[in-house]
């Protein structure tokens, strides 16, 4: 583990260096944040409280969606990854910066506002048994599954944000001032971390704490770029969506537990998978048991049929070219009409389905060849988890509700923003 003592120095000393005019903003700010939280509560069952943001990006060939935020004082524009597989949101900074990634955007200037160690959203950074080796502050280190990660201390700066009915909020909340970044095999060139997950440092769940916006996330991802992510509970009818129990085992995740693999409506008899829902992962990934035998039926399903393997293409691990080049994924349907299915036991027999059509598990190369986005976890260490990408999430709402403890998802439009509830339903 990188301990970067001397990089907390150097911040510590940047801070310290803050103008007595930002001074007195900061506790203007605060004194006035202090006094509301009563008045944010009503602010909250008076207006609904959903906040929308547009998606950019794309499975293929961007590898990533991501959304704008604005933060500090005065605000300025970041481009933040979305990632429901984490819950610390975190900006490359200049505090000064050890390691830092190119980046769309000047380096962060963080603000004077540090938190303590002992904090509860610190706490929920660490081990119970953490010790702190600087009480006024709080250093954390997030590693990701694709090797990156990101070392800093945690700070408080305002971010400017709107409800749907165009009322302006703009909360103190905490993230990451990450001085000391390594970039991952998935690396892109953003401005840090959205995340979006179930722990109490998630922005969602810092809103909520304040009492501005219901503890719900939901996102929807265009098969053709973009979408929308939102907070709050006022852009869907739920009646509209096939809702799943989250775990209450795997509460690291958003995870409906353990689920059986199915294949043109049949069971495989590949079960016990863990499945989480991560929009911080492209693809889609199962363990080595059911990727091989997922691979297995595809391939049996494709004899005789015109597509030849295409190792030469090293756009993903399998991919088939045809007769002639491929233009979209409705081209390769003729091929490849199969869907998949995860069904996930909800209680006694009755079972919820995640349905992958093959929209959700092909893409297109640009080679014009067909490539499977379903891959092999174990190889890239995963281990047993299995990983709902945002391949096999695209055209579809996903909804991550953490006060009903609960995960939906619908087939939607998501290529515009939604302005009802039903506005966007397909």
């Not at 069952?45 to 547009?54: A, E």
């Not at 409705?330 to 091929?335: E, F």
């Amino acid at each position: 583990m990188r301990k970067g003592q001397v990089s907390v120095f150097f911040l510590l000393l940047f801070l310290s260096l803050s103008s007595a005019s930002d001074q007195k903003w900061r506790k203007a700010m605060m004194s006035a944040y202090n006094g509301s939280s009563s008045s944010s509560s009503m602010m909250m069952n008076r207006v609904g409280s959903s906040i929308l943001f547009p998606i950019h990006g794309n499975v293929y060939p961007t590898g990533y969606y991501n959304v704008t935020i604005n933060i500090g004082h005065p605000p300025k524009p970041y481009f933040l990854d979305l990632d429901t597989g984490s819950d610390l949101t975190w900006l490359q900074c200049n505090a000064p910066c050890v390691h830092c990634i190119e980046a769309p955007h000047p380096l962060y200037q963080p603000s004077n506002d540090l938190v303590a160690c002992r904090h509860p959203l610190c706490a929920a950074l660490h081990p119970p048994d953490y010790k702190c080796e600087s009480p006024d502050q709080c250093d954390y280190e997030v590693e990701y599954a694709d090797g990156g990660s990101s070392l800093g201390v945690l700070v408080r700066d305002v971010f400017s944000l709107n409800y749907t009915n165009g009322v302006r909020l703009s909360p103190r909340l905490a993230l990451g001032c990450g001085y000391d970044q390594i970039p991952g095999t998935s690396y892109h060139p953003l401005d840090g971390i959205l995340g979006l997950g179930r722990g109490k440092s998630s922005i969602v769940s810092q809103l909520q704490s304040q009492g501005l916006v219901r503890n719900v996330v939901g996102h929807c991802l265009s098969g053709r770029g973009g979408g929308f992510l939102f907070f709050g509970d006022g852009l869907y009818d739920s009646s509209h969506v096939t809702w799943t129990s989250m775990s209450q085992e795997f509460t690291k995740y958003y995870s409906p537990g353990s689920a059986e693999l199915h294949f043109g409506g049949k069971a495989t008899g590949i079960k016990n998978l863990i499945v989480i829902f991560d929009s911080g992962s492209s693809y889609t990934y199962l363990n080595s048991q059911a990727y091989q035998a997922l691979t297995l039926l595809l391939k049996k399903e494709l004899s005789g049929r015109s597509l030849k393997e295409a190792p030469e293409d090293q756009t993903l691990p399998l991919c088939w070219k045809g007769r002639k080049p491929f233009r979209s994924v409705h081209d390769a349907k003729k091929y490849f009409k199969t869907s998949l299915a995860l069904a996930f036991a909800n209680s006694g027999r009755r079972k919820t389905q995640f349905e992958l059509h093959p929209e959700a598990y092909l893409i297109i190369s640009n080679k014009g060849n067909v490539c499977l986005g379903i891959l092999n976890g174990t190889q890239v260490g995963l281990q047993n988890l299995n990983v709902i990408g945002d391949i096999s999430m695209q055209d579809r709402m996903v909804v991550y509700d953490n006060e009903k403890q609960v995960i939906g998802w619908s087939p939607a439009n998501c290529d515009h923003l939604p302005r009802f509830k039903s506005a966007y339903y397909m």
